[in-house]
């Protein structure tokens, strides 16, 4: 009985090759969509899964208020609070300590060569660091950090700097100038390299210093590891009053809140929960970038809605399909056929075609996964069938989607009775028209939604980067600075005529317009933060600012404009220690206005607890330091000292790009032989703070042209259905004189009356979310009538375009070919 129904099933499928195509592809598309995004949903949720304590694991989330205002809220607390954490509470089982800089690494090798190269990717952590975490190890075990000046690398890093050697007790070096690391370590360990759904990425992990830390200088991102019985909420709610009792016994609280204090009252620290790191982090100097969990879950709408569009595509065709099977039933009910044998049938036609769906939906998952795995921006391969949940979650989704797709037909076939389907009652009657309608409608309102989406994702996406930062930053080559430690005088003197030297040079190619130098560059979070008090007759204003350092040459080659005062230049008076704010540091100092604070006097003082008086003698109009995500940052701007350099900015002409790239190497390789040259251009590297959102919108607009292209194919199967269905009545309206724009339009008034409720129904909705998205970026565009105008003209066009090809088609169709039988 089960292969008759199949047998028949296939030749139906045969018999009806366009109908059946329409239905597979969309099936087909709507699935591979939705497991495309399930897969990438899948792959963002895994973020650290693989932690064998992760669900116990925690980081130290550290905030700072100013007179009752959040400033600062960080991912790294002081470097005492770990060790504190355990020894005050026995649910804290193990605490870690991570920090994390660029820096230049060289390892000797065999035959007296030096490899070297400038690396990002350097982590410092304490012993527990391997204990803690699950990074599989290669060589050695969780005691390689064990003793100081010990390294642990990753597997390719090991093939980087000692090709065909073991790298196991081999010696690399360290530098960071502005940090005064220098560290000489012996590898003692290899790891597997670092999965990619890790928020914590390395090449590197030296030795820690195994100090028990301050309370002066929130520097370390600190991770706790409770026990399994520990409530998080009660051990985050005593964490106030114990920091502030161990910080008072340390001798380390003060009323003073400048640099070389700190006011605990100030302070607040919570408990984040590992597995929450990557989507629900959005704090300032994260260890790496994060996601976004509600752009994760927007696509996981999309999934859903392409899914639904699809099976909806296949409940319309069926039910429309009812008629041209309605003399089929009715002879099968005459030969004896019951209710349930042909609700069965109906139901293995579906089956099958649902399998068939699957299998290439599946083909085309696997073809489209690298080029989905790039344009996501991420390392993924098609993993879910590994998944029990996924496989019982798909499984429970392909019934679902059989029954209902073909119960409702089904029953409607099944519930009459033959005489009357046999003589032609059932085909003038309008069961299912209002379901079709309510469906196509759905689709539409799904359609015009993605489309209004995809408008302001990809135009908020272009505001940010083609918006006025407040400087200028085009073609500008970034260099990077030497990394090699100055550990004397005379080592800082020969770097200063060096650096003189460099810029000097360049400047001298016509091809070269300007030269500068800084601490920081633009799409860099500032890791330079001083405390800052003003002194007023109302008391004292602290705070804690971001400090950049700038050469001579940087305001006019980024043409950041002076509101107030005077610029930095060399011929400053640096006798009282001139510094510039920026209109927003103006702001939170409690100055009036920019020409207020000129003139003024800021107090700062240095981790010896020496006080400097420094007159701010401009103020420069604010410029976006990091991305338009994010407010204004409040910056002190200051002359750059030699030691503070970590980046060079080259502004050059537009003409011969390789050969000025050639020239800047080769100045630089004579005047720093012993440093590995790295560039990079200014504005890419500002972009790279979009990433995400740059990531989401290529995905957005590609899921949301497959939902387009699957409504439309919805939308061209019934239109092709509708269309034989009257065929006759289109023959006598053409006998009777209806020209060809007669019969388009009586085809396509209906659907332009749906797509006019649909737009009713999706505009405010999509406005509503794209609204709501949009709160998430302080700087961002306006909605503008564009935004409606565009989505409602594109589906009339689609639509127009997808119904007249069939109803002209129609239309041109000879009369006496559609009247033949009558």
Same mark, same amino acid.
């Given at each position: 009985?089960i ?10 499928l045969?018999?009806q ?23 990438y ?24 208020y ?43 090798q065999? &035959? ?25 190890? !290669? ?9 100081p000046?010990t ?22 070096r ?72 161990s910080a008072?016994?340390n ?17 607040a ?43 909806? &595509? ?58 989905f ?38 029953? !409607?076939?099944? &519930? ?6 046999l ?6 009657n ?8 309510a ?29 006025n ?15 090699n430690?100055?550990?004397?005088d ?14 000097t ?6 091809r ?11 799409g ?19 705070l ?23 610029k ?43 006080v ?8 420069i ?6 991305s ?10 200051r002359a750059?000292?030699p ?39 200014l ?22 042209g ?48 749906l ?27 306006d909605f ?14 689609i ?24």
């Amino acid at each position: 009985m089960i292969s008759n129904y199949f047998k028949i099933a296939w030749r139906i499928l045969i018999r009806q090759k366009l109908f059946s195509l329409i239905n597979i592809m969309g099936l087909a598309i709507g699935m591979a969509a939705c497991l495309l995004i399930v897969q990438y949903i899948s792959f963002e949720l895994s973020y650290d899964n693989f932690h064998k304590n992760g669900a116990n694991i925690y980081r130290i989330k550290h905030q700072n208020y100013n007179q009752g205002n959040l400033v600062e809220n960080m991912p790294k607390t002081y470097s005492a609070v770990g060790p504190a954490l355990k020894a005050g509470f026995p649910e804290v089982k193990e605490i870690t300590r991570v920090s994390n800089f660029e820096g230049l690494v060289t390892s000797q090798q065999p &035959n007296g060569s030096l490899i070297a190269f400038n690396e990002s990717r350097v982590y410092q952590a304490d012993a527990s660091f391997l204990r803690l975490f699950s990074f599989p190890m !290669i060589e050695g075990g969780i005691t390689a950090l064990n003793d100081p000046n010990t390294v642990v690398i990753s597997q390719s890093t090991a093939k980087k700097y000692f090709p065909g050697q073991n790298a196991i007790g081999k010696i690399i070096r360290v530098q960071q100038q502005t940090s005064g690391t220098d560290i000489k370590a012996t590898v003692t360990g290899i790891c597997k390299d670092v999965p990619a759904n890790s928020h914590l990425q390395f090449d590197f992990v030296l030795s820690g210093d195994a100090k028990a830390g301050d309370w002066v200088y929130p520097d370390s991102y600190t991770y706790v590891l409770l026990s399994p019985q520990a409530d998080a909420k009660l051990l985050e709610a005593k964490l106030p009053a114990f920091i502030k009792k161990s910080a008072v016994q340390n001798g380390q609280n003060a009323a003073s809140p400048t640099q070389g204090k700190t006011n605990i009252n100030n302070i607040a620290l919570s408990l984040q929960p590992l597995r929450d790191i990557h989507l629900y982090s959005n704090l300032s100097n994260e260890i790496s970038n994060g996601g976004n969990g509600n752009l994760v879950w927007y696509l996981g709408l999309i999934a859903v809605l392409i899914l639904l569009i699809a099976y909806i &595509n296949y409940v319309n065709l069926s039910t429309a399909k009812v008629i041209e099977r309605a003399k089929e039933v009715g002879i099968r009910k005459v030969l004896g056929s019951q209710r349930a044998q042909l609700i069965k049938q109906f139901l293995f036609e579906s089956l099958l075609l649902n399998v068939i769906s699957v299998a290439v939906a599946i083909f085309i998952v696997l073809l489209c996964m690298p080029w989905f795995s790039a344009l996501c921006g991420v390392r993924i391969g098609f993993t879910l069938w590994k998944d029990p949940y996924f496989a019982f979650g798909f499984i429970g989704l392909l019934i679902a989607g059989i029954l209902l797709s073909a119960t409702y037909p089904a029953l !409607i076939l099944s &519930n009459y009775k033959p005489v009357q389907i046999l003589k032609g009652k059932f085909i003038n009657n309008a069961h299912g028209i209002p379901l079709r309608k309510a469906l196509v409608v759905f689709q539409f309102v799904a359609t015009i939604a993605f489309m209004m989406g995809t408008l302001v994702v990809y135009r908020q996406v272009n505001f940010m980067k083609a918006n006025n930062m407040g400087m200028d930053m085009k073609q500008t080559l970034v260099v990077l600075a030497p990394q090699n430690v100055r550990a004397t005088d005379q080592d800082a003197a020969n770097f200063t005529v060096k650096d003189s030297v460099f810029q000097t040079e360049l400047a001298r190619d016509p091809r070269i317009k300007s030269v500068t130098s800084s601490s920081s560059i633009p799409g860099q979070s500032i890791g330079y933060i001083m405390s800052y008090t003003r002194h007023t007759q109302a008391g004292e204003k602290s705070l804690r600012l971001s400090t950049l350092e700038i050469g001579n040459r940087y305001l006019n080659q980024f043409k950041v404009n002076v509101v107030a005062g005077e610029k930095i230049t060399a011929n400053t008076n640096f006798s009282k220690s001139p510094m510039m704010l920026n209109e927003a540091a103006v702001v939170s100092l409690g100055f009036k206005n920019a020409h207020d604070a000129i003139g003024k006097f800021v107090e700062t003082k240095n981790g010896r607890g020496r006080v400097f008086e420094n007159e701010v003698i401009g103020v420069i109009q604010n410029f976006h330091q990091t991305s338009l995500k994010d407010d204004y940052t409040p910056l002190v701007v200051r002359a750059i000292d030699p030691s503070s350099v970590t980046h060079y900015e080259v502004k050059f002409s537009s003409s011969n790009l390789p050969q000025t790239i050639a020239q800047v190497e080769k100045t630089y390789k004579n005047v720093f032989p012993e440093a590995a040259f790295q560039y990079f251009f200014l504005d890419e590297f500002f972009d790279q703070q979009y990433k995400v959102e740059q990531h989401f919108g290529q995905v957005f607009s590609l899921f949301s042209g497959f939902a387009i292209f699957v409504a439309c194919l919805g939308l061209f199967g019934l239109t092709l259905i509708t269309i034989t269905q009257r065929i006759k009545e289109i023959g006598i309206r053409k006998v009777l004189g209806a020209s060809v724009s007669n019969i388009l339009m009586l085809i396509s008034k209906d659907f332009v009356g749906l797509i006019l409720i649909a737009n009713a129904i999706a505009l405010p909705l999509a406005y509503w979310g794209c609204y709501k998205w949009l709160q998430n970026y302080k700087f961002r565009i306006d909605f503008s009538a564009w935004f409606f105008i565009t989505p409602m003209v594109m589906v009339f066009l689609i639509a127009i375009i997808t119904v007249s090809y069939q109803s002209i088609k129609a239309a041109l169709v000879n009369p006496v070919k559609s009247l033949r039988s009558e």
